[in-house]
């Protein structure tokens, strides 16, 4: 192999699987099989976490859905809504959201930016959450 590869960044200029860039295959959910949504805790998630319905809410308003969504992107956004939350707590919204199979919460390596990859369409996360119910969970005021 020529030493010039290992730092020619992979076709589409994001990793896409395990050793792509040196992520650990450990942190990276494979792409080639679609978990299955674990729905009943998505709602319970969406009922219970202020985080999670938070971010939830933000795409289910966007215009287009997202593929792939930018840490650092979400956070600037979150904060021009008027809906600011801790990084720590995107980073741990986005590992819960990976974990009931929305998507792929990639942590950055080599240069690469921290990102959540979507297996659901963005905006129709917060439907799924709700049985398409979009007020659903608000609390009272």
Known sequence: MNTADLHTPPQGGL???????????????????RPQVDVLGLRTA????????????????RKYNQNISPLDALERALEGTGTPLPRHVIIDTLRRLDALGIGRFIPGRKGYPTRFEWNEKSMHVQRIATAG????????A
Do not use: M
């Open 46 to 61: 969406y009922r219970d976490s202020t985080p999670v319905r938070t971010i939830l809410d933000h795409f289910a308003r």
């Open 133 to 140: 119910e979009p007020n659903a969970f608000e609390q009272p």
């Open 15 to 33: 990793p896409t699987g395990p050793g792509d860039e040196g992520i650990p295959a450990s942190q990276i959910t494979p792409k080639t099989t």
